[in-house]
């Protein structure tokens, strides 16, 4: 699959920003606008934030600045993830970049304020709904806060210390190069899009091979330039948790999710211990289905059953995102419907695009979704998934402050990864016999829980052995790294695949290590969503309450905010139930199989 140049898509295929700004002169006026208002404020407040009263005006001024320099960070960085190659964007992304270090270090004396202030005041401001997640924010990083001083130059020091992620990004989006390949005398293009959008899980076991050697080889040529950006990041990371008097670089990036340790670690061992074996017997049979002799790592994203893969357009996309979506209710579809009309998805899979999706929110805007369109079904769980972070986005925007409006990452992928369960239930109930309700259910693994339970639960857990090695003083290279990973698979996996070389060198597939312990908070999300999902499923005020959940954003910290939809992460036993869950799953495609007697005729 040969990726085209961007002015080839047509323009339905491109998401339109002019919601933001009209243009690149318009985004510049804004941020002149934005600088006035930082002046002012810094005039304002500089030394008259003493008395409760003087935060509480200030807090009402300053919503305001952020809300602008939130239109501003999107609209700066969206043009480059479409366009790597883009002088242009790339300029724009810059003068994003440094207008928020400049308006970060002007504002961070409000910041130094709040914090030196006294305890009285900041309980008396968290009172006021309003303000209540930012403050509870405030009081964890009181207890680590360095002085102004050094807060500001840390502040300073903010472009730089995204280097390791921004030199990553790059080099996945326009250097990982991987040579065309041959099957049957077919010449097949590979690129990072094509192989993961495409070819991991095409139905011709020579092309998912001779695809994934092809698209290892791409990685292996950048491999200890990955490494070292990678180290680089991770002892950033252990150096300003030392910096701020953590216990280990564990706490300091779990701190600002507003959860601890165990609830990480918890996580990670209980998905490996007890729902391997059920990922494992599900790969066993995709094998004998598929008339395999061995899963390799190439062929553990095979479909099940590859004859009733569907292309998709996107026009049936909409027609498919928005009927799953009718149990969450009108108020629901009423807010997302729009998404197509209004462009907020850029589709097009063009040439040095970012390979990676995502959702982003310029606050009371609307929602924008990056993705690579390739016309297969995994692709409309990527567009639910990320119509799901958008619908979180309008509700939380709606309902909420500015300041309390995000969700914490530990349960910030529950709303995408409800999104599709809510699809494959759609597709299950549509169709009419086993061979089709099998694959509606073979993909809510592959799609779903495979991409979330497994794919970024075992980032994780290479992560978590990653930054021990740094707690114990050690270093890696990219050696050790194909190593670690390799460990992991290998121990997640048993005898279902085979595990090589190539395989090691996941690691560099994924942009999240880059962005703190954030991996393992796709499973966490998506416990949630499962207990959300069942609720709706049993209980006629399930979707009610998902709702409220979704309007509460921030505001509540993770363990009250789980408990609106019932769910107590402060114990196993929703991991346990959502483990359960995928354990009937597979037995119900084991049953569909035995019942179509697939095993001896396909």
């Not at 997640?133 to 360095?146: E, F, G, N, V």
């Not at 994203?301 to 009718?326: C, H």
Request: hydrophobic share 35%.
């Amino acid at each position: 699959m040969k990726l085209k140049d961007r002015t080839s898509f047509p323009e339905n295929e491109l998401w339109d920003l002019s919601a933001l700004y009209q243009d690149r002169e318009d985004f510049l006026r804004a941020i002149d606008k934005a600088m006035e208002d930082i002046y002012l404020f810094r005039r304002n407040y500089f030394d008259g934030l003493n008395e409760l009263e003087d935060f509480e005006e200030a807090f009402l001024a300053l919503e305001q600045i952020y809300i602008q320099m939130s239109h501003i960070e999107n609209y700066s960085f969206m043009p480059q993830t479409t366009d790597y190659g883009n002088e242009e964007f790339a300029q724009i992304a810059q003068t994003g970049t440094d207008f928020m270090t400049k308006a970060r270090v002007l504002l961070s004396f409000f910041d130094d304020a709040l914090l030196c202030t006294t305890d009285s005041i900041l309980d008396q401001l968290e009172k006021n709904h309003h303000l209540s997640s930012y403050i509870r924010q405030t009081k964890i990083k009181k207890a680590h806060y360095l002085g102004a001083e050094r807060e500001q130059l840390l502040t300073q020091l903010a472009d730089t210390f995204s280097a390791p992620q921004d030199i990553y990004t790059k080099m996945r989006a326009g250097d990982f190069k991987m040579e065309d390949f041959e099957v049957d005398g077919k010449i097949y293009s590979n690129s990072f899009v094509s192989y993961e959008n495409f070819y991991q899980n095409h139905e011709n076991h020579l092309v998912r091979q001779k695809a994934f050697r092809s698209f290892s080889n791409g990685l292996r040529q950048h491999q200890h330039t990955a490494a070292a950006s990678y180290l680089a990041q991770v002892k950033l990371e252990k150096e300003i948790a030392h910096l701020r008097g953590y216990d280990s670089v564990f706490d300091y990036l779990l701190a600002e999710q507003e959860v601890d340790r165990s609830m990480f670690d918890r996580q990670i061992d209980l998905i490996i211990s007890d729902f391997a074996p059920i990922a494992q017997n599900y790969l066993k049979h995709v094998a004998k289905i598929n008339k395999l002799d061995k899963m390799t790592f190439a062929d553990w994203k095979l479909d099940l059953d590859n004859r009733l893969n569907p292309e998709v357009t996107i026009d049936q996309a909409y027609e498919l995102v928005m009927k799953s979506l009718k149990p969450l209710g009108d108020v629901y579809t009423k807010e997302v419907k729009s998404y197509q009309t209004e462009r907020w998805v850029d589709f097009a899979a063009n040439q040095g695009k970012d390979s990676g999706g995502y959702a982003t929110d310029p606050y009371r805007v609307h929602p924008y979704v990056l993705m690579s369109w390739t016309g297969r079904l995994s692709d409309v769980y990527t567009l639910i998934h990320e119509i799901g972070h958008s619908g979180q986005f309008i509700f939380s925007d709606n309902h909420q402050s500015y300041f309390n409006t995000h969700m914490s990452t530990y349960y910030v992928e529950a709303p995408s990864t409800l999104n599709e369960l809510l699809l494959s239930d759609y597709l299950e109930k549509a169709f009419d016999n086993p061979r089709q309700k099998r694959f509606a259910l073979a993909h809510r693994l592959t799609d779903t829980y495979f991409h979330n339970f497994i794919t970024h639960l075992l980032e994780a857990a290479f992560q978590r052995r990653v930054y021990t090695l740094i707690e114990e003083g050690k270093t890696f290279g990219a050696e050790t790294l194909n190593r670690i990973m390799k460990d992991v698979l290998e121990e997640f996996w048993g005898d279902a695949i085979e595990i090589d070389d190539d395989a090691a060198l996941t690691w560099m597939r994924q942009s999240h290590y880059y962005m703190g312990l954030y991996s393992y908070t796709y499973s966490a999300g998506l416990v949630i969503s499962t207990v959300g999902y069942l609720n709706i499923k049993k209980d006629k005020d399930g979707a009610k309450r998902w709702l409220e959940f979704l309007k509460s954003g921030g505001s509540l910290p993770p363990l009250e905010t789980a408990q609106i939809i019932g769910a107590d992460i402060s114990t196993e036993e929703p991991l346990r139930q959502t483990i359960a869950f995928l354990d009937q799953t597979v037995q119900q495609i084991i049953a569909y199989s035995e019942e179509l007697q697939y095993d001896n005729t396909l």
